[in-house]
């Protein structure tokens, strides 16, 4: 394929004409991508990358059915949803279908930001409350209304920059956070902070609309929240008049294999109030989606002010979210992203016991994270390492991103197509690569004795079997890996209830 410009001229006129702050990815030497297909892009030259970060490409890039059924919509009209059309009731039904009964009135919008954006507005509405309980670390959004809820953003602004409506809770992270793998119900406590968080606000004669949080944490560090946390927050914030946002921008659409959403991971008897959604919902198309409660929506309703958005929920988009739904199901991408999920953690867990940098592996799914530490025992983070193996695995045309408050967690997230062989060629040469640093820094590469010396796998020939990947391994981190699951070891050290996948 010819280039309009050269790799250099690219960069010098985006420099030029796009705003400094919209930065690359590699900035000591980005990328200049022209085409994707699956797991895979390809650069200027050919160069062929595996692609482990992707989710927007959720069924894979530039899949022909989704290409065709946008193709074949455009042909024949797209226009705003003021006009009846049977693509947009027909996606409705199809996506509150994978929902609980409840939620089931959608509004078609066209980014994560705007998504979450609107959510913000429906909260407030509902009871006539205003203030937003985040968690830390939180990313929700770029637009003004999100930034202020986003401590991962807000928080790089200076320390008076949180404002008076914005209740920031502790993470529910049980590898780094407040309470930890050893604590006898990190939920509950988790909880409880939001509780106190709830009275010292009413103590202050201020009303909570909202407690917004992702199902799974991503770009504030790959966290998995203790099974049952969710539930006792959503009791605390409803007794509060508040409703709960649950964002699957990042996580949604059977990434978690098992589950549909990955609030499902927390288990049947809980219910979001409000879900948004985004990325994977279009597969590159930009759409998003807000469903909530019929009395949620009929609140919103109750102003008088009309909602309208020119481009949510139009033929196209619509077209493109039905066609993206049934290639997760026609490919069974939820049982994919089981299989291979389950594997990479495998493999990885493998790492942990390996090398000194590997503190911590998490997951659930296709969506998992290496936390890397300088030191087992303290949990320091390896953010330049972290950094150091980014580049190297793009050398090795691999491309990995690094993430969390401290920027030390590699994040996988790869398009649902990924296979059992690209997840062994990607820890493979992680593996060489971290062997490489540890040598190199005189970290000493021993047989992780210091901490979870329980964690055992499977033995290599029935591991590599997509049948072998036991599905109740699903979702494992510093604590759950000790869990009984019939690959780790039998012995229990953590007494809260471990994630059902
Ligand atoms: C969890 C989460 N919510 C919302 C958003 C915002 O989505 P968008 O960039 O499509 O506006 C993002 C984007 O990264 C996100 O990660």
Known sequence: MEELYSKAETLALRRKHIGPSCKVFYAKDPL?????????????????YLDCINNVAHVGHSHPYVIKAATKQMELLNTNSRFLHDNLVQYAQRLTATLPEKLSV??????????????LRLARQYRGHQDVITLENAYHGHVTSLIDISPYKFNQLGKDSKKEYVHVAPSPDIYRGKYREDHPDPASAYAEE??????????????????????????????IPPVGYFQKVAEYVRAAGGVFIADEV??????????????????ED???????????????HPMSCVVTTREIAEGFGASGLEYFNTFGGNPVSCAIGLAVLDVIEKEDLQGNATRVGNYLLELLAEQKDKHPLVGDIRGVGLFVGVDLVKDKQKRTPATAEALHLIYKLKEHRILLSADGPYRNILKFKPPMCFTMEDAKHAVETLDALLTELEEATGMKSENNASTNVQCKRKTTEESSQPEGASESNGHMNGAACRQENGIYSKKRSVPSKRIRT
């Open 32 to 48: 200049k991508i022209i085409r994707a297909q699956g797991q895979y892009m390809f650069d200027e030259k050919g160069e062929k």
């Open 250 to 267: 990042q996580v949604g659409f059977g990434r978690v294999g098992k589950h549909f959403w990955a609030f499902q991971l927390q288990g």
């Open 194 to 223: 939001v509780k106190k968080i709830i009275e010292e606000t009413q103590k202050n004669g201020r009303k909570i609309a909202a407690f917004i949080a992702e199902s799974m944490q991503s770009c504030g560090g790959q966290v």
């Open 106 to 119: 959608c509004y078609f919008v066209n980014s994560g930001s705007e998504a979450n954006d609107l959510a």
């Open 270 to 284: 809980f219910v979001p109030d409000i879900v948004t959604m985004g990325k994977p919902i279009g597969n590159g």
